[in-house]
């Protein structure tokens, strides 16, 4: 039973935006937290930004006041707005759901390229 599906990323240049997009099988208000992970080749996976029952949000530094994450309620997904890319923001990024239970479900990654 597929739990969730991304959207979104590709190749952008520096500088540019992009949008990625989460979609949970069951209303997003009904999980503990949903978040953004990312990995870029040859590196460990890093925490981009969470947003937590009660809609309080956890960046990570490297992406502080470029990236947003939210929860749009029309459409029930939880989009990584992506501004001002830098080519360290390269990787293969994974939406993450956290349930009430504390259970975690993983997408399957979606790639992020920045490169002129």
């Known amino acids: 039973q597929v739990q969730l599906v991304e959207s979104g990323g590709g190749l952008v240049q520096p500088g540019g935006s992009l949008r990625l997009s989460c979609a949970p099988a069951r209303s997003i208000f009904s999980y503990n937290s949903m978040a953004w992970y990312r990995q870029a080749p040859g590196e460990q996976g890093e925490l981009a930004a969470e947003?937590?029952?009660?809609?309080?949000?956890n960046y990570a530094d490297s992406v502080k006041g470029r990236f947003t994450i939210s929860r749009d309620i029309g459409k029930n997904t939880v989009p990584l707005q992506m501004n001002s890319l830098k080519p360290e923001d390269t990787g293969v990024y994974y939406c993450r759901i956290r349930t009430r239970e504390l259970v975690d479900y993983w997408g399957q990654g979606t790639q992020v390229t920045v490169s002129s």
């Open positions: 947003v937590r029952d009660g809609g309080y949000t």
